[in-house]
């Protein structure tokens, strides 16, 4: 028999070469690229755009790739389920390219991007071709074709890489060629990032039209549809909370920082820093990516609830050994950023927790997507989407982006509470709460030693970064010996 855990972070492993290694070549080339190339206003531009990009993910896709997940885990209707998720997504995404290429020239003014209606055009077609082709990767997935998904992300990301140094450096630097001068217009200045974004999104449906193609093997069932429906409308509304959880301080800082504080630069410089802690979002994204369909396809053994607690606390000390690896060596992770933009690197190690805790909760999640109880996950969300809300609007004016960072750990710590709470009446888990504290409480206790009393004490980063993390990991090792022993096999 396989071991569970080994085949989870087997898969994670995986999937971290279709989501890590595409997303850390867009951290090491163009955040470091584009910190350097773009004022910090100029950058306010780019981090403001994606943050809608995020909200309108989440709406075209209405939820509808769990929904995916959940009724075709042990279905013998795999295929109508897939033809009538895909069917749906294309008409909502095609109709909604349509009407921002008709229209965006009013929501461009709306935004404050009159002079560049095109901004939104473009962005509109990334957004409707990443909507719709969610569901094919979805499919590949549930397939277990991690290989063929790594593939297509990382040749999207190359494209798009490749388009960004010749649009952006390249070009510049030879306006004298027959080439450039039929393809680039200096006035575009930040709108060739979306161009080159949207000609990769683009390419994705060539690569993936195998599976597209797949979906004509069945025909679209409207009473499953609406089943679909029911069951996924929920998940939108809390995908719609969760957004404002992630994004929404990218679009208030704009409006809330008073503008004798430069707000576009101040924005430029919060998204540079919460791209340092990008090893924890992506660690948590490429569990998520590996654990849903895992969770459900586990649910039925008589283990599940074990397994699932188990899953969680090496969740957890794998995301706390990210924290301090990034903490203890963030010399070295500033240098990716821009120097201009390297006075916000305060809030990185509050992003990293706010992160890990938001992959806890995650975890927590497959409680209510089980029992069908996905109102309950939205409920949370929502609550989670106010805190934030009301933190940000009242502590932006005085403390700038600041008050964005603290917002995300403490809306996410309520989350957390309050989904294990619940979680108790309706499934629960034997999550080792107590150790999980503890190594939480131990990372943190090593991250303020070393920031208060050790900078002067080891003057090598490099050896008392080995030091402290060997003994987070010593520690680990002793409080988990009889878990690994249960898993050693397989």
Same mark, same amino acid.
Request: charged share 15%; glycine share 6%; proline share 3%.
């Given at each position: 028999?396989?071991?569970?855990?080994?085949?989870?972070?087997?898969?994670?492993?995986?999937?971290?070469?279709?989501?890590?290694?595409?997303?850390?070549?867009?951290?090491?080339?163009?955040?470091?690229?584009?910190?350097?190339?773009?004022?910090?206003a100029?950058?306010?531009?780019?981090?403001?755009?994606?943050?809608?990009?995020v909200?309108?993910?989440?709406?075209?896709?209405?939820?509808?790739?769990?929904?995916?997940?959940?009724?075709?885990?042990n279905?013998?209707?795999? +295929?109508?389920?897939?033809?009538?998720? @895909?069917? %749906?997504?294309? !008409?909502? /995404?095609?109709?909604? &390219?349509?009407?921002? $290429?008709?229209?965006?020239?009013?929501?461009?003014?709306v935004?404050?991007?009159?002079?560049?209606?095109?901004?939104?055009?473009?962005?509109?077609?990334?957004?409707?071709?990443?909507?719709?082709?969610?569901?094919?990767?979805?499919?590949?997935?549930?397939?277990?074709?991690?290989?063929?998904?790594?593939?297509i992300?990382?040749?999207?990301?190359?494209?798009?890489?490749?388009?960004?140094?010749?649009?952006?450096?390249?070009?510049?630097?030879?306006?004298?060629?027959?080439?450039?001068?039929?393809?680039?217009?200096? +006035?575009?200045?930040?709108?060739?990032v @979306?161009? %080159?974004n949207? !000609?990769? /999104?683009?390419?994705? &449906?060539f690569?993936? $039209?195998?599976?597209?193609?797949?979906?004509?093997?069945?025909?679209?069932?409207?009473?499953l549809?609406?089943?679909?429906?029911?069951?996924?409308?929920p998940?939108?509304?809390a995908?719609?909370?969760?957004?404002?959880?992630?994004?929404?301080?990218?679009?208030?800082?704009?409006?809330?920082?008073?503008?004798?504080?430069?707000?576009?630069?101040?924005?430029?410089i919060?998204?540079?820093?919460?791209?340092?802690a990008?090893?924890?979002?992506?660690?948590?994204?490429?569990?998520?990516?590996?654990?849903?369909?895992?969770?459900?396809?586990?649910?039925?053994?008589?283990? %599940?609830?074990?397994?699932?607690?188990?899953?969680?606390?090496?969740?957890?000390?794998?995301?706390?050994?990210?924290?301090l690896?990034?903490?203890?060596?963030?010399?070295?992770?500033i240098?990716?950023?821009?120097?201009?933009?390297?006075?916000?690197?305060?809030?990185?190690?509050?992003?990293?927790?706010?992160?890990?805790?938001?992959?806890?909760f995650?975890?927590?999640?497959?409680?209510?997507?089980?029992?069908?109880?996905?109102?309950?996950?939205?409920?949370?969300?929502?609550?989670?989407?106010?805190?934030?809300?009301?933190?940000?609007?009242?502590?932006?004016?005085?403390?700038?982006?600041?008050?964005?960072?603290?917002?995300?750990?403490?809306?996410?710590?309520?989350?957390?509470v309050?989904?294990?709470?619940?979680?108790?009446?309706?499934?629960?888990?034997?999550?080792?709460?107590?150790?999980?504290?503890?190594?939480?409480?131990?990372?943190l206790?090593?991250?303020?030693?070393?920031?208060?009393?050790?900078?002067?004490?080891l003057k090598?980063?490099?050896?008392?970064?080995?030091?402290?993390?060997?003994?987070?990991?010593?520690?680990?090792?002793?409080?988990?010996?009889?878990?690994?022993?249960?898993?050693?096999?397989?």
């Open positions: 028999m396989k071991n569970p855990i080994k085949q989870l972070f087997g898969q994670t492993a995986v999937y971290g070469l279709g989501i890590v290694l595409p997303r850390l070549l867009n951290y090491l080339l163009l955040t470091p690229f584009y910190t350097r190339v773009f004022e910090k100029t950058y306010g531009v780019i981090t403001e755009l994606y943050a809608y990009v909200f309108l993910l989440v709406i075209l896709t209405y939820g509808m790739e769990t929904g995916f997940f959940r009724y075709t885990s279905s013998k209707q795999k +295929e109508k389920v897939y033809t009538t998720v @895909l069917s %749906a997504l294309f !008409i909502t /995404s095609s109709l909604f &390219i349509i009407s921002m $290429l008709l229209w965006g020239g009013d929501v461009s003014r935004l404050g991007y009159a002079s560049n209606p095109e901004y939104i055009k473009w962005l509109a077609i990334i957004v409707g071709v990443d909507a719709f082709t969610s569901i094919p990767f979805a499919r590949i997935r549930l397939y277990n074709r991690a290989g063929k998904y790594a593939f992300r990382i040749v999207e990301v190359s494209i798009n890489i490749s388009l960004n140094l010749f649009f952006l450096y390249y070009c510049p630097k030879h306006p004298e060629s027959e080439l450039v001068s039929m393809v680039y217009r200096e +006035e575009i200045g930040v709108g060739y @979306l161009i %080159a949207m !000609i990769a /999104s683009l390419s994705k &449906i690569l993936l $039209l195998s599976e597209i193609l797949a979906a004509f093997r069945s025909t679209f069932d409207r009473k549809m609406k089943t679909l429906l029911r069951y996924s409308y998940l939108l509304v995908g719609l909370a969760g957004t404002v959880n992630e994004a929404l301080d990218r679009i208030l800082l704009k409006h809330m920082i008073p503008a004798d504080q430069n707000p576009m630069e101040q924005l430029g919060y998204g540079a820093n919460y791209k340092l990008v090893l924890m979002t992506l660690f948590v994204q490429m569990f998520k990516y590996a654990a849903e369909p895992f969770f459900f396809s586990k649910s039925g053994e008589k283990n %599940a609830k074990k397994l699932y607690a188990d899953v969680m606390t090496f969740f957890v000390v794998a995301g706390l050994f990210i924290f690896l990034v903490n203890l060596y963030l010399e070295y992770f240098l990716f950023i821009g120097k201009s933009f390297r006075e916000g690197s305060h809030i990185v190690p509050v992003i990293l927790m706010a992160n890990l805790v938001m992959g806890i995650f975890n927590l999640s497959i409680w209510y997507k089980l029992t069908n109880k996905t109102k309950i996950g939205a409920v949370l969300v929502i609550l989670g989407a106010l805190i934030t809300v009301v933190i940000n609007l009242l502590f932006i004016p005085k403390y700038g982006f600041l008050a964005s960072a603290w917002a995300h750990i403490i809306c996410y710590s309520v989350m957390v309050l989904s294990y709470l619940w979680s108790r009446k309706h499934y629960a888990v034997p999550y080792k709460i107590g150790r999980i504290l503890v190594y939480m409480a131990f990372a206790v090593i991250y303020f030693i070393n920031e208060l009393f050790l900078q002067e004490v090598s980063q490099n050896l008392k970064g080995l030091i402290l993390m060997g003994l987070f990991v010593a520690v680990v090792y002793f409080g988990e010996r009889k878990t690994f022993n249960d898993y050693k096999n397989g």
